[in-house]
């Protein structure tokens, strides 16, 4: 059986084909479960390609890892289609993702970090904390739903809320919505966003869309109007307002 630990991290597991206890996970593997929940949440399977983009690492390092992790028992591969989480690997990449989001919101919240600067640090910080840290974080934040970036936040129990949401880019003239998540981790983008007042929670009404992949006009709540091109667009997820 390989060995998929290089270094101590909180949280040991059960092999589910073998049912014995394994020490903790490495970073890369946490790393590749996180990616794998990500790019399957819609439903479908993770391909290759799809993993070596989103890590930018070299595809042939994703098929070994792949190999290992199916050996373990944390995703089942699937000829011809891709790889999905085993419910051992879903808990632990949900383990790893509320890790990142109650750190991202502790350091907003608590230690006055800009939304676009968050990422990064959480990145480094979720693999070393340990789960009593982030339970006592969790708790002083008073167990928010939502991280900075909108994205809902797991609970302890493994449990995350799947919202049915839509891309700005795909909301019709007329429609008044909510935007709850951006799905960007930029940290260029994320600053121009916040300049802009295209923050969670803000309600917009979109009063127009040039053709062709054209830009979206919307009207915020105080009346101010932005343009936001078709690339942005794609990365705001709204839900309607409440009522509508």
Same mark, same amino acid.
């Given at each position: 059986?390989?060995?998929?630990v %290089? ?5 040991? *597991?059960?092999?589910? #084909? ?6 903790p ?6 790393d590749?479960l ?12 993770a ?8 890590? $930018? ?23 011809y ?31 006055g970090y800009? *939304?676009g600067?968050?990422?990064? $640090?959480?990145?480094q ?16 934040l ?5 991280d900075?970036?909108? +994205?809902p ?7 995350i809320? $799947? +919202?049915?949401?839509?891309?700005? #880019? ?7 919505v ?6 960007? $981790? ?8 916040a300049?802009q ?22 009207r915020?709540? %105080?009346g101010?109007?932005r343009?936001?091109g078709q690339?942005? #667009? ?7 307002? %409440?009522?509508e």
């Amino acid at each position: 059986m390989p060995c998929l630990v %290089d270094r101590a991290l909180p949280g040991a *597991w059960m092999n589910a #084909a073998t049912r014995s206890p394994q020490p903790p996970l490495t970073r890369s593997v946490e790393d590749y479960l996180k990616s794998v929940f990500h790019l399957t949440s819609q439903g479908g399977f993770a391909t290759t390609s799809d993993i070596a983009e989103m890590l $930018e690492v070299a595809p042939p390092s994703v098929s070994g890892m792949m190999k290992r992790l199916s050996e373990t028992g944390l995703i089942e591969h699937v000829p011809y289609r891709g790889v999905q989480l085993t419910p051992q690997g879903r808990r632990a990449a949900l383990q790893m993702i509320r890790r990142h989001r109650i750190l991202e919101s502790y350091l907003t919240s608590k230690l006055g970090y800009d *939304w676009g600067d968050v990422h990064v $640090e959480a990145e480094q910080l979720e693999h070393a904390v340990s789960e009593k840290l982030i339970e006592r974080m969790a708790d002083a934040l008073g167990e928010p739903r939502y991280d900075p970036h909108g +994205a809902p936040i797991p609970t302890a129990a493994g449990e995350i809320e $799947e +919202a049915e949401l839509v891309t700005l #880019a795909d909301i019709a003239v007329g429609s008044s919505v909510v935007l709850r998540e951006v799905g960007d $981790e930029n940290t260029e983008r994320l600053h121009y966003l916040a300049e802009q007042g295209l923050i969670p929670g803000v309600q917009l009404t979109v009063i127009d869309r040039q053709p062709f992949n054209g830009p979206t006009i919307v009207r915020l709540g %105080d009346g101010t109007t932005r343009v936001v091109g078709q690339e942005l #667009a794609l990365l705001l997820f709204c839900r309607p307002v %409440d009522g509508e």
